[in-house]
């Protein structure tokens, strides 16, 4: 069978691999469709992750959004695991006894796994994996079933936020992981301000309901978001860029007993006033991936939202274009939203 492999740092080739064994107990094979690329992938691929996000574990064949049909089933699978039904993997492999496994957030776990990043994922035919990782969904496009996954970061952050209705938001940045916290967040009846450089990316936020404004400056911005949402600031601010600037933003605007959530990653250093912490005992909370629930949750996102997740998905290529898909997606940061690799 024909796999994409990064086989150093910002090198892929397509190369023939051996197909997997028979699925054993507990295990299913899948044929991957769709498989969608995205900023950690970028990281990967160039050598940048850091030890504790994966580090640079080469050969590799990347590819932790994926979407395909199941093609074998082993013994003591779910009854719903039948050969061709479409599901979307949920990446994350946990140790079950780490302290973080131990008070249920595997997510965290010490030795915190990825199918794509620490094992093989899904830019190939075929992919062996635990039935646990997979997840019936009900979406005929498989390049938007390959979005449950981004989804499910905007869920395990939107549930970190315990977001309620009525409540203002304000989203930093506005790529598939914002839009995907805005579309999560606006589903729990938050209103939301989506602030971003690009403003292609904040024309599709207003299309899908939010109000916009573009980055300027962190002061002018934590200005223009504290008047937006009323007296004493937005309750919950996600940063979802990683920038440096944007965190010093999100804690400068976020209210006095407000929830600050990181989601996006970054080896970038922010200095912040300890004071502003203290003074407005802000709940800093930063998100890593998703647990088991929060998947099935995003599934259940992807089903009721395709429409607007389709509008996400800027740009698909062919499995045997996958290494040009990647140098795409990383040179191409003003035209691309998501590049999705279809396998199929
Ligand atoms: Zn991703
Ligand atoms: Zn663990």
Redesign the pocket.
């Given at each position: 069978m024909r796999a994409a492999v990064t086989q150093r740092a910002g090198s892929m080739a397509l190369l023939d691999y051996p197909e997997p064994p028979a699925p054993g107990p507990g295990e299913v094979v899948i044929r991957p469709e769709a498989v969608?690329?995205?900023?950690?992938?970028y990281h990967f691929f160039s050598g940048h992750l850091s030890d504790a996000a994966g580090g640079s574990q080469f050969p590799r064949i990347q590819g932790?959004?994926v979407a395909g049909t199941i093609a074998a089933v082993g013994p003591g699978c779910r009854p719903e695991l039948t050969v061709g039904r479409r599901v979307a993997v949920w990446p994350l492999h946990a140790c079950g006894t780490c302290y973080p496994c131990s008070v249920g957030r595997p997510n965290t776990c010490d030795a915190f796994k990825l199918t794509?990043i620490h094992d093989d994922g899904g830019l190939q035919e075929l992919l062996a994996i635990g039935q646990q990782h997979v997840f019936v969904i009900d979406i005929d496009d498989p390049a938007i079933a390959a979005m449950a996954?981004?989804v499910s970061?905007a869920v395990r952050a939107v549930n970190r936020a315990a977001v309620r209705p009525g409540e203002r938001a304000v989203v930093l940045g506005a790529g598939?992981?914002g839009q995907c916290i805005g579309i999560v967040a606006r589903e729990r009846g938050a209103e939301l301000l989506m602030i971003d450089l690009q403003d292609s990316r904040l024309t599709l936020s207003r299309q899908l309901g939010a109000q916009t404004l573009q980055w300027s400056d962190a002061g002018n911005v934590a200005g223009f978001a504290r008047q937006w949402s009323g007296p004493g600031g937005p309750p919950v601010v996600f940063d979802a860029t990683g920038a440096a600037a944007a965190v010093q933003a999100m804690v400068a605007m976020v209210a006095s007993a407000g929830r600050a959530v990181q989601v996006g990653m970054s080896n970038e250093e922010a200095s912040i006033r300890i004071g502003l912490l203290t003074e407005k005992e802000v709940d800093l909370l930063g998100v890593s991936c998703c647990d088991e629930q929060e998947f099935g949750e995003a599934v259940a996102v992807v089903e009721r939202n395709s429409q607007a997740l389709a509008r996400l998905i800027s740009h698909q290529f062919p499995l045997t274009r996958a290494p040009h898909a990647m140098s795409f997606a990383m040179n191409s940061p003003t035209e691309v939203m998501k590049v999705v690799v279809r396998c199929d």
């Open positions: 969608g690329i995205c900023g950690s992938d932790h959004e794509g996954e981004p970061i598939p992981i």
